[in-house]
C-alpha cells in the first residue's frame, strides 16, 4: 500500500455518468481531485472515515462520494457531466491523526497520490 489505485475513467457524453473507484486502506480521509486543463488540482469530494463528506461547489449536487470499508474502497459517482468535467481525476488519502475538516479539500492535507485516471466529457 504504497498510494491509492484509480479506475473507473473513461469518455462519456454531456449528461451522462461515470463511475471511478479507488482502493486504499488504513486512510484517516480520503478524497478525489481533478487537473484540468488550465487550472491547478481542485478538490471535488472528501470523505472521512467515519463518514463526513465535503463537496465542492462546482460537483455538490451531481457527484456522490462514498466508501465501502469492507472492501477498502471509495467510489465517485458522477452525474450529469458536463465538457468542464473533463480532466485528471486523482484518488488521494491521509493517515493523519488530527485534522480541520474545513480543510478536506485542500491539496496539502493529502499525502497519498494515486497516478489518475483520465475522464472526458464530450459534448
Known amino acids: 500500500q504504497v498510494q491509492p489505485v484509480e479506475s473507473g475513467g473513461g469518455s462519456v457524453q454531456s449528461g451522462g455518468s461515470l463511475r471511478l473507484s479507488c482502493t486504499g486502506s488504513g486512510y484517516t480521509y480520503m478524497a478525489w481531485f481533478r487537473q484540468s486543463p488550465g487550472k491547478g488540482r481542485e478538490g471535488l469530494a472528501a470523505?472521512?472515515?467515519?463518514?463526513?463528506?465535503m463537496y465542492s461547489d462546482s460537483v455538490k449536487g451531481r457527484f456522490t462520494i462514498s466508501q465501502d470499508d469492507a472492501q477498502n474502497t471509495i467510489t465517485l459517482q458522477m452525474n450529469n457531466l458536463k465538457s468542464e468535467d473533463t480532466g485528471i481525476y486523482f484518488c488521494?488519502?491521509?493517515?493523519?491523526?488530527?485534522?480541520?475538516?474545513?480543510?478536506?479539500?485542500?491539496?496539502?492535507?493529502?499525502?497519498?497520490w494515486g497516478q489518475g485516471t483520465q475522464v472526458t466529457v464530450s459534448s
Open positions: 470523505i472521512t472515515k467515519d463518514g463526513r463528506k
Open positions: 488521494t488519502g491521509d493517515r493523519a491523526k488530527y485534522y480541520d475538516f474545513g480543510y478536506l479539500l485542500r491539496p496539502e492535507m493529502y499525502a497519498d
